[in-house]
């Protein structure tokens, strides 16, 4: 595991946006894995940036997102479709039938959720996965407990994320209480995974991912039995490890 500890979030995601924007260099398409939340807003701002000034070129990306709530459309502005929208399709020159995300409305969800795996493998995999991290070690919506063997699937949100979640609703009641994720398994299905983390909230999540045991307690954990994995996290998300970077 190569981790990358930086000062702020704005270095975050210029180095974040850096290591995309070399991994993408020489490849006729791209397969990228999205995720939601707040930490990689930076990642996209600075793709943005490099894309206006046509040093990335999304013309021939492919993205998959990690997960969708279940039971909000796309157009709602809760859902991680229209999140992906605003944060980074819409101003970037990527094809929106390019751009995957589980379909929270599918009318038969254990069949989607076979179909976005094999959209994925039809495509060859992906090629970087970018990752977010709960302060509970979730990744995507696998909650602690979550199989290291998991692929996408339908998932009970816990108690806590509902509540971490709530501010965003009108009321508490409105939040989903399920979502479509990437299972664990698909995550390591990737060639490259580049984890964010900022804050003093995810530090103790940080710590027991990289060096805690791999265990379902922290789901992240499992990353460590991947051969190609970064992580990006500020001085604060980094306090808790014991080897100093
Ligand atoms: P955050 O969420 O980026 O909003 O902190 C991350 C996550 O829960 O995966």
């Known amino acids: 595991m190569k981790v990358i500890v930086v000062p702020n979030k704005d270095k975050m995601g210029a180095i974040g946006a850096r290591i995309i ?16 939340g707040s930490t990689p807003i930076p990642v996209y701002q600075e793709l943005i940036r490099l894309n206006k000034e046509k040093k990335v070129d999304f ?13 909000i459309p796309g157009t709602h502005d809760q859902s991680y479709r229209y999140f992906m929208n605003k944060q980074l399709f819409d101003h970037v020159n990527i094809p929106k039938q390019n751009t995957n995300v589980p ?3 599918a009318k038969n969800i254990p069949a989607h959720c076979a179909d976005y795996e094999s959209w994925m493998e039809s495509v060859g995999g992906i090629d970087l996965q970018v990752l977010g991290i709960g302060g509970n070690g979730h990744i995507g919506f ?4 979550s199989s290291i063997a998991s692929r996408t699937r339908q998932v009970k949100l816990t108690p806590e994320t509902i ?15 399920t979502a479509i994720s990437m299972g664990i398994g698909t995550v390591l299905d990737a060639a ?3 984890l964010f983390a900022n804050g003093a909230n995810k530090a103790a999540a940080i710590a027991a991912a990289i060096e805690g045991p791999v265990s379902v307690k922290c789901p992240a954990s499992a990353l460590q039995l991947h051969p190609d994995v970064t992580f990006v996290i500020t001085k604060d998300a980094a306090a808790n490890l014991t080897l100093k970077f």
């Open 192 to 194: 490259k995974i580049v």
């Open 59 to 71: 013309s021939r990306v492919i993205t998959f997102n990690l997960d969708e709530y279940v039971g």
């Open 21 to 36: 924007a070399e991994d993408m260099k020489g490849r006729l398409f791209y397969k990228l894995g999205l995720a939601t």
């Open 103 to 105: 379909d929270g409305m």
């Open 163 to 177: 509540r971490d979640n709530a501010r965003f609703f009108a009321k508490a009641a409105d939040v989903p209480k």
């Open 142 to 145: 696998n909650e602690p407990g």
